[in-house]
């Protein structure tokens, strides 16, 4: 045995029912340089380590690894931060996003190296950054690229200040991202639906909330992805239809992913969880687009069996907060998005723990398949070699969620006073335990840039 592996490992966490996306077990996890470097059976004695974690009786699941995230920074710091996102994230057990910013988009490898500065030392997370397509930039898709962007968000609507992208364009850059090995997440609503379903209802004089959904239709969103899978297949580029909101839309991915389309489809827990007629009385709290979609408990127990039968690639919060007096104006003028990083790891535990589905589903889709989608080597799973990032989860908790967990400065949750069951008592990033039962342990964010795949 070399003297490097005999000697004690930096972190030991013993007793837990380790989780992955394929099964359990209970297995004792040995940490050294950052890395999961041991798995053993429980019952064999234990190994020395400087550390040890007690898992008794908990869970131990990779660290959640979140791939749609916005945090407005540099941006709109008014509605979101890093150090405060991030501090949300890392307390519910994720520890790696990726970013992207609408009002500060990463349009050219500058603005990258510029927004890469401005982030040392504000994440207590690892983070990628994705890049937005800009009509006018896409000269730049192969130099975002290869400086390291997760990435590329495209709209096909002009939406939040982004502007759309014509199925011409569209077209021209899916060949370029092909071409390059890139990726792209896209926000599927068709423009012409939209800007005329707007209209028509601005000039009824309508400020009610049930705008949102007639504005933001179900035919917006399906015309808009067959677009796109269309384009997907005739070029080859590889497509995530970002936030698909209903069982409908996720068969549709699904069929046009058999006739050839590199495509997946991403959801996130509002559209397996939010009534679609919550807007009538919540108005801004609920509008984000595409809106909730559920109608009745049937579409409900549909939309989870879509998540269950692996039409979902993976799930993220597309967190977008904004603060409550922010979302009380007018419905028209109020952002769009809703707060998720505080709420997402909770609301997929306590659907596994009562039924809806799985713990090893919940670990594909929030953590080992979006790590493996946008190649975050060595993220969102429990392997030798894996980076030693952790959520440990109390499955016998039982807790209300309310607006005062919440750390991002939306300041509000969408679930408050939603039971739950299970709860994050436990984060560990890079082998170092940074959160335990809803406090940070470290001063400083420890997170650290995880470059795409085009940068190695
Ligand atoms: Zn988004």
Not at 313 to 338: C, Y
Not at 397 to 403: C, E, K, Q, V, Y
């Amino acid at each position: 045995m070399s003297t490097a592996s005999s000697s004690p490992f930096d972190l030991a966490v013993r007793g837990g029912t380790v989780v992955s996306s394929h099964g359990r077990a209970s297995l004792d996890v040995y940490v050294r340089d950052e890395r999961i470097a041991a798995l053993c059976p429980a019952a064999a004695p234990g190994l020395p380590a400087r550390q040890v974690v007690d898992a008794t009786g908990l869970l131990v699941l990779p660290g959640m690894v979140d791939t749609h995230v916005h945090l407005m920074d540099p941006g709109d710091t008014g509605r979101e931060d890093f150090p405060s996102g991030t501090t949300a994230a890392v307390l519910q057990g994720v520890t790696t996003i990726v970013e992207h910013t609408h009002s500060w988009p990463v349009t050219t490898p500058a603005r990258l190296a510029e927004k890469l500065a401005h982030l040392e030392g504000r994440s207590h997370v690892d983070y990628g950054l994705a890049a937005h397509v800009w009509p006018e930039r896409v000269g730049e898709l192969d130099a975002l690229w290869r400086a390291g962007v997760s990435f590329f968000k495209i709209f096909t609507c002009t939406t939040h200040g982004v502007p759309a992208l014509r199925p011409d364009l569209l077209a021209a850059v899916f060949a370029e991202l092909a071409r390059i090995d890139g990726t792209c997440l896209v926000h599927c609503e068709d423009d012409d639906i939209t800007a005329a379903a707007e209209a028509r209802l601005r000039a009824a004089g309508r400020r009610d909330g049930w705008i949102v959904p007639e504005w933001r239709s179900r035919d917006a969103e399906s015309v808009a992805v067959a677009v796109v899978a269309t384009l997907a297949r005739s070029t080859g580029a590889r497509v995530t239809v970002a936030h698909a909101s209903s069982p409908d839309m996720l068969e549709d991915v699904a069929r046009y992913a058999r006739l050839g389309a590199p495509i997946v489809a991403e959801t996130c827990p509002q559209y397996l969880t939010l009534r679609e007629d919550e807007v009538a009385t919540l108005a801004g709290l609920r509008k984000f687009t595409p809106p909730a979609r559920l109608r009745s408990d049937s579409d409900e127990t549909r939309m989870w069996a879509a998540f269950n039968a692996g039409l979902v690639n993976h799930l993220s919060t597309d967190h977008a907060p904004s603060r409550m007096d922010q979302k009380a104006g007018s419905i028209w003028e109020v952002p769009f998005g809703l707060p998720g990083l505080d709420t997402t790891t909770p609301i997929l535990i306590d659907a596994a723990l009562t039924g809806r589905t799985s713990l090893e589903r919940v670990v594909a889709a929030y953590a080992t398949a979006p790590a493996r989608r946008y190649r975050l080597a060595g993220k969102g799973d429990i392997a030798i070699g894996a980076a030693a990032d952790l959520a440990l989860v109390d499955p016998a908790a039982s807790w209300t969620i309310g607006h005062g967990l919440v750390r991002s400065k939306a300041g509000w949750t969408p679930y408050d006073g939603r039971r739950v069951r299970g709860r994050v008592v436990g984060t560990v990033l890079a082998g170092e335990v940074v959160a335990r039962d809803g406090a940070l342990l470290v001063d400083a964010p420890r997170g650290r840039f995880v470059a795409g795949p085009g940068a190695r």
